[in-house]
């Protein structure tokens, strides 16, 4: 499982620098190895946004640090597609600008895999597929109704 | 593999037997504060095997099973169900020769659980075992529930070994 | 000071019902102590949204953890006015309907106290008595610029 | 009391000394990720009399430094000095005379830091002292970090103690 594991890290490192550029717009990022031996060693988060020097990722913004998770997530995503995913409202402490270019890449990955978001975010409601609404007309109890945008 | 539908009836804050269908590609489920949202995702995760019901954000199995509002009582129990398409075959050989797979669990508040997958009795280990080779058996990249986005990258660096692991 | 704590959280749980009826537009909230001896015990919250039986808090949606959270930091205020105060995007996880009572109540603690407070909703933007506009034109450098919105 | 300015130079993302107005009711600070928000509510508890950089976000004294971008070098030194109005009175007697009173703090790379209340040297002691009957003081409600609002409501009955013993 050394190879397996060694193989599927360098897979997701090619990715992962890919997609964050795609997100922040450059940059660059990176996973690196806490020790030698892949089986012992954990894995730390290298990145720097654009113009940015590079930094320990504890000093990121709320923002970025979400996206660089985004990031993440979507480069493993591209190794291993899911044959689903449930987002809980990931979008909410994005920037407008940083929102249009998770949406972008959202649609992109959903021509091969099933997404199902939860947002309050208007952009990301508009550029979903379905929308199923939901209300507690009655309070306390959540009913699904139609949704006209 | 994609959800097809899921049903839910007595769980959480859903007294009344729904169908939520899911098309392929992007479904947003949108609504106010409050109004049962991220119970859907509790229900997902549930029917698919999650076994502490701390990880649905309830302390035991009653949190699960509709406990009554201003105008209606308690119910006595919860189930869900979800419908699971399986053309691309992922699903493991026992399943090769169904296009679509049913997975159901009910709970009753005298504590009893019950699986069934294709309307057959089943055990929690029968599901999870259906579920762990696809990816979506763990809950680390798949479902990402509100609030934890940032979660990969605060964790610690052996916390996000799991993560490798279960895409290797 | 046993006297002094029992009188302030008196005080503080009569506004904290007010407030979150303020907020929530119904339902009610209470402080409990959880032991007979003010010193000795921990606080529990004790509330439901309107038309909700009476729960453990922890049930609470991600909107509605934070709109209690924010009405008992507001009932504090009533009671102790803090010179100023600073809320760093408090209004992320509420919806449309929640951000308006959220800025309707924030408008009026405002005419004796001073607020700064960071957020990426154009509703509270608006709402706000002055802008300061933070950019970084050149990269990694953060400055200072007017905002008109 | 009032903030009349705070002014940050060298400290975190602002290599450029810059003066932020705060007039009375509500300001708000807008922009885009990542542009320097939040640094600026680590200013304001830094010059307060925060002193653990974990509490900012930081892991050493060098985390509150400018450290440089792609064109510019690191800086040697942050300082941060915020401006008080004291038309209520409320500051400890002792600034009973002034009607507005400055707090500032330096940072050097070398580690020493420095204070100084209306532009003479003070110690830490000197400073946390002035803002502790405030209600500024600690950190519990008048400061609300990003991410931290459901604080009060998830702490532990104990923790939410904290907040009235400092209300009372
Ligand atoms: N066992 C239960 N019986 C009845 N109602 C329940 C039960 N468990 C949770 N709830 C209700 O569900 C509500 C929370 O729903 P949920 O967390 O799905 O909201 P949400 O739509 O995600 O909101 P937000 O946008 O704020 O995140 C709570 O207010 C609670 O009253
Ligand atoms: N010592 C330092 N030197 C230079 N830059 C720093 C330093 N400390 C932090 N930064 C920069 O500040 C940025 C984070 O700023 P901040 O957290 O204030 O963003 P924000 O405006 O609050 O964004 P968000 O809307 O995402 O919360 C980081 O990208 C980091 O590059
Ligand atoms: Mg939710
Ligand atoms: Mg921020």
Redesign the pocket.
Same mark, same amino acid.
Do not use: N, T
């Given at each position: 499982t050394r190879e397996r594991l060694g193989e599927t890290f360098e897979e997701i490192n090619k990715r992962f620098d890919l997609v964050f550029q795609r997100l922040f717009n450059g940059g660059r990022a990176e996973l690196r190895l806490t020790g030698d031996d892949l089986l012992e060693s954990g894995i730390e988060i290298v990145a720097? &946004?654009p113009g940015?020097?590079l930094?320990n990722i504890n #000093?990121?913004? !709320? !923002?970025?640090?979400?996206l660089t998770a985004i990031a993440l997530i979507f480069s493993i995503f591209l190794i291993k597609p899911s044959p689903f995913s449930v987002l809980d409202e990931v979008d909410a &402490? #994005?920037?407008d600008v940083n929102v249009e270019r998770f949406n972008m890449f959202l649609k992109e990955l959903a021509q091969d895999n099933q997404f199902i978001v939860i947002t309050h975010n208007k952009r990301t409601m508009e550029m979903a597929d379905s929308l199923l609404g939901i209300t507690m007309e009655e309070a306390g109890v959540s009913k699904l109704v139609t949704v006209e945008l | 593999m994609n959800i097809k539908s899921l049903t839910v009836h007595g769980f959480k804050s859903f007294p009344e037997r729904t169908i939520f269908a899911f098309p392929s590609g992007i479904s947003a489920i949108v609504g106010p504060n409050g109004c049962g949202k991220s119970n859907i995702v509790d229900a997902i995760r549930w029917v698919i095997g999650e076994h502490n019901t701390r990880h649905l954000r309830g302390t035991g199995l009653e949190d699960l099973i509709f406990n009554g509002s201003e105008t209606r009582k308690p119910m006595g129990m919860a189930e869900v169900s979800i419908v699971l398409t399986n053309e691309d075959g992922r699903l493991p050989a026992l399943y090769r020769n169904f296009t679509e797979v049913e997975v159901k669990r009910c709970v009753y508040r005298s504590g009893e659980s019950e699986f069934f997958i294709n309307k057959v009795p089943a055990r929690l280990k029968d599901v999870v075992e259906l579920f762990s080779d696809t990816g979506i058996g763990r809950r680390t990249y798949s479902i990402i529930e509100q609030g934890q986005v940032g979660w990969l990258v605060t964790a610690k660096p052996e916390q996000r070994k799991a993560m490798l692991e279960e895409a290797a």
């Open positions: 720097s &946004p940015k020097r930094q #000093l990121f913004s !709320g !923002g970025e640090k979400a &402490p #994005l920037d | -």
